[in-house]
């Protein structure tokens, strides 16, 4: 209603009428008043998923397939290749790994209008007017579960093109806040292109970065410091000793250092004087803080010199200094597509998966984190890039980082069009056999783990880390909410594995599970009726005291019962804790955001 429609004719009307004019001027100022006055708005109603749907009545569990297991070192890493929807397993992860996630690399969908971004099964079209609408529900959802996922110092790095940067640097601002900004890193992806709209060649991608507060990027700081006899047990290093001042500008710095062991002079440079003033000098001498050209034999040095002691340092940036990083990314570093793509045609023989990110690329955001032991999460995976590059900084920096890797098997546009031609369906094994995580992502990663010969013929030595392969699948809900829980427990094994970071099954009985890696036990009962509970304490306690032992009681509660826990007494590095109510609660919370 506009104010100047109605106030021409308002004479003619009653009072009752111009009663509820006002009401409803005073409803839609209102609604002015509380509708969102900056930042990005999109139309929600049209853009439902189809997964929300299909999940209404279920919960989504994890499933380990054995027959795609890679166990080489049990000392090394356990990465995992998760396949399903993202979003149940993101959802799965807010109590897997809730803020436990150090680094997310991921590359969606760019939504470009050219069969590569489907939404509710079918491929976004150029002309589909909610083409921006559907793409911004699509990764709202996620996001906002990602985001739980990072720890305190946690990174998330996206990479997108020119389609949609704004919309997700915006829909970012929102959902992480406009201070956990760091920065847009543009990437070189190919050469200059001709044929292109305007005339203009779009030959850049962009990482938008976001982290949480205490994260802070950098390069580790590689000092050398001397042992010398003259001070033992302090190590120094040797510093520069002027600045970047003229003599006009610190006169007093300006004055000719004599080395009191022979009278040798050393006169101030009149455009970068000393860092240290004719009246401090006595100071820093008697504090050993100047070293001279001949003090040592083994320093080349001409001039005086600072000598700053390791402790010193520590005290100033702590034990593991850094330098800081930079939004550049230097070509020659990390590649560009093309490079991306002659990775794939090494590994299989053939191109297979279009526009794969470099490996170097991938590597070098991944140690922006600085942090050899990280967890990095890449929840649309694609061709396996994060995990292969995951593997590669292990071994050519040291470290124990693990890969999270989740992906669909997502047949690609052209090849599902030519299976549909043949009759073969959506669904079947055969038309399974050609998504991208059947087809491309785990074959590779299995190339990289073993190794693998390259079409010329160069033998490529495997990484050989270890790879668990996990499926998404679904568990009923009930009418009744005990019976839900049972379902779950009976479900949620290879979800504690998971959390636990504890794969290798010593004992499966109906009644209880036990795993055990690398000196930790990880036990689940099962049976809401306290059986298991024996045999597990049996276990338990031939084990020695060092190993670190975990337990998961069934409780149809939040806390475990005092029965429960007293029978595990006296066994040493014990911990006890329920399931399954903490599962259920989470997915209750996140699905009722699923609608939005
Ligand atoms: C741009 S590609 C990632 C390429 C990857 N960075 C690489 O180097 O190979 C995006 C991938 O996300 C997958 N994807 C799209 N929607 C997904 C979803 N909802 N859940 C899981 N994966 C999804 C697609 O199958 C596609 O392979």
């Known amino acids: 209603m506009k104010i100047n429609h109605i106030s021409s004719d308002l004479k003619e009307k009653s009072k009752y009428e111009l009663i509820e004019i006002i009401k409803k001027l005073e409803f839609e100022n209102q609604e002015i008043k509380n509708a969102k006055k900056y930042g990005l708005v999109w139309e929600r109603e049209n853009a439902k998923e189809e997964f929300e749907e299909k999940s209404k009545n279920s919960y989504p569990v994890l499933q380990k397939v054995p027959e795609k297991e890679i166990v080489i070192n049990s000392k090394k890493p356990n990465h995992l290749l998760i396949e399903g929807d993202n979003y149940h397993v993101l959802t799965i992860m807010q109590y897997t790994h809730f803020e436990s996630i150090d680094v997310i690399y991921i590359d969606p969908p760019y939504n470009t209008g050219n069969g590569n971004f489907k939404y509710n099964d079918k491929w976004v079209e150029l002309e589909d007017t909610y083409r921006h609408s559907k793409w911004l529900n699509f990764m709202e959802k996620r996001l906002k579960l990602a985001y739980n996922l990072l720890k305190d110092d946690g990174v998330i790095f996206i990479s997108i093109d020119d389609n949609e940067v704004a919309q997700l640097k915006l829909l970012c601002d929102q959902i992480f806040g406009e201070k956990c900004f760091v920065g847009i890193m543009p990437w070189k992806k190919r050469t200059i292109k001709t044929d292109v709209p305007y005339n203009v060649s779009q030959d850049y991608e962009y990482i938008v970065v976001y982290a949480k507060p205490l994260f802070r990027a950098g390069r580790p700081i590689e000092r050398k410091y001397y042992e010398t006899d003259d001070f033992p047990g302090k190590p120094w290093r040797i510093s520069d000793l002027t600045k970047q001042a003229t003599a006009d500008e ?29 009246e401090t000098f006595p100071d820093y001498l008697q504090r050993n803080k100047i070293v001279f050209p001949g003090d040592y034999d083994f320093s080349k040095i001409k001039t005086p010199k600072m000598r700053i002691f390791k402790w010193e340092d520590e005290k100033k940036h702590g034990k593991d200094p850094t330098t800081a990083t930079t939004t550049f990314l230097p070509q020659e570093k990390v590649g560009m597509y093309q490079d991306g793509t002659r990775e794939m045609i090494n590994l299989f023989g053939t191109k297979i998966f279009s526009y794969p990110k470099p490996i170097a690329l991938i590597k ?3 140690d922006m984190s600085n942090k050899k032991n990280a967890v990095v999460l890449d929840f649309f995976a694609g061709s396996g890039t994060t995990a292969h590059a995951t593997m590669e900084l292990n071994k050519s920096n040291g470290g124990n980082r693990q890969c999270i890797l989740i992906t669909n098997n997502e047949v690609d546009k052209e090849t599902e069009k030519r299976l549909k031609e043949k009759g073969i369906v959506k669904g079947s094994e055969e038309f399974e056999k050609h998504g991208v995580c059947y087809a491309v992502t785990f074959p590779r990663l299995k190339k990289a783990i073993h190794g693998y010969i390259t079409p010329d013929g160069k033998k490529v030595k495997g990484l050989g880390e270890n790879l668990r392969y996990y499926k998404t699948k679904f568990v009923a809900k009930n009418y009744s909410d005990d019976d839900t829980m049972i379902n779950i427990t009976n479900s949620c094994s290879d979800i504690l594995c998971i959390k636990e970071n504890i794969f290798t099954a010593q004992i499966i009985h109906d009644c209880y599970r036990i795993y055990e890696d690398n000196n930790k036990v990880l036990a689940i009962q099962l049976s809401y009726l306290g059986e298991g509970l024996a045999p597990i304490r049996n276990y338990l306690a031939s084990k020695d005291d060092n190993v670190k032992k975990v337990v998961y009681c069934f409780s149809f509660g939040n806390e475990v019962q005092v029965e429960d826990i007293d029978f595990f007494s006296g066994i040493p590095n014990v911990v006890v804790k329920p399931i399954p109510k903490q599962i259920v609660d989470i997915y209750r919370e996140v699905s009722k955001k699923w609608s939005i």
Do not use: C, M, Q
């Open 250 to 278: 610190r006169p007093n710095s300006y004055f000719t250092i004599v080395d009191p062991k022979n009278g040798t002079e050393y006169p101030a440079n009149k455009n970068s004087v000393w860092r240290i003033t004719r």
């Open 364 to 366: 070098h955001l991944i």
